[in-house]
Every structure is written in C-alpha cells, then in structure tokens.
C-alpha cells in the first residue's frame, strides 16, 4: 500500500537535491572557514588575472604615449600608484567576500537541516514500514 506521508517526503528530498541541494551538498563538505578560505583565494586569482588584463590593455592603448616619454616617466610613482589600485580592489573585494560566503554559508546550513530531519522521518517511515512486515 502507497504511504501519501512517504511519497511527499521523497518528492520534496529528490527536488531539494537537483535544485539548490547539490550547491548545499557540495558546500556542506566544508568547514566554514575553509570554505571562505576558499572563496577568498578564488576572488584574489580572479582580481589579480582581471588587473593584469586590464593593465595589459591600458599599456597597449596607451604604447605610443609610453615610447614616446619613455625616459620622463616616473616609473616608481606609477607602480606605487598601481600597487595601491590593485591593493585597494583586493581588500575591498575580500571584506564583500567575506561577507557574502559567511551569509551564504549560513543559509546552507539551515537548509540542510531541515534536508537531514526530512531524511531522518523518511528513515523513520521505512523502520515502521519494515517492521509492520514482520
């Protein structure tokens, strides 16, 4: 005999898991430290790949003007100046990260606890189910 109690469980578990569960699930293998760690050398690579782009393309832009005051530029102010650019854009980019995988995190555990009590009554129905057949 079909158990309606059983089915919705099933139903709401296996929707969880192709939804939003494999991101939880996937985060859940993290201790939350390790996740931000995590996050905030991701946001460090990509702001360090994105700056030498952007400065690669700016160079390139401006190539006529640096060949031409090749020896008035003042090399040491402008790397100063693009080190604290670059830095400035770290710092700000960690703190949001930071921020934004903390709150993230939190949320994921949440919804992975009501994901583990639906487990654990599902897990219930099949122990009184399987002792009803004995």
Same mark, same amino acid.
């Given at each position: ?29 993290? /201790? %939350?430290?390790?996740? $931000?760690?995590?996050?905030? &050398?991701?946001?460090?690579?990509? =702001?360090?790949?994105?700056? *030498? ?21 003042? /090399? %040491?102010?402008?790397? $100063?100046?693009?080190?604290? &650019?670059?830095?400035?854009?770290? =710092?700000?980019?960690?703190? *949001? ?22 487990? %654990? ?14």
């Amino acid at each position: 005999m079909l158990n309606n109690n059983k089915i919705k469980i099933m139903t709401k578990l296996a929707l969880y898991e192709q939804g939003n569960g494999k991101n939880d699930i996937k985060i859940s293998h993290f /201790y %939350k430290g390790d996740y $931000i760690r995590y996050n905030i &050398l991701k946001t460090i690579v990509s =702001i360090t790949v994105g700056f *030498l782009f952007l400065f690669a393309l700016v160079g390139l832009y401006n190539v006529e003007y640096f060949i031409t005051n090749a020896t008035v530029i003042n /090399y %040491k102010q402008m790397g $100063i100046y693009l080190l604290v &650019l670059y830095l400035a854009a770290v =710092i700000v980019y960690v703190i *949001l990260t930071i921020i934004i995988t903390t709150i993230k995190y939190k949320n994921t555990r949440k919804h992975l606890v009501k994901y583990n009590k639906d487990l %654990k009554e599902l897990n219930e129905i099949y122990k009184t189910e399987k002792s009803d057949i004995r």
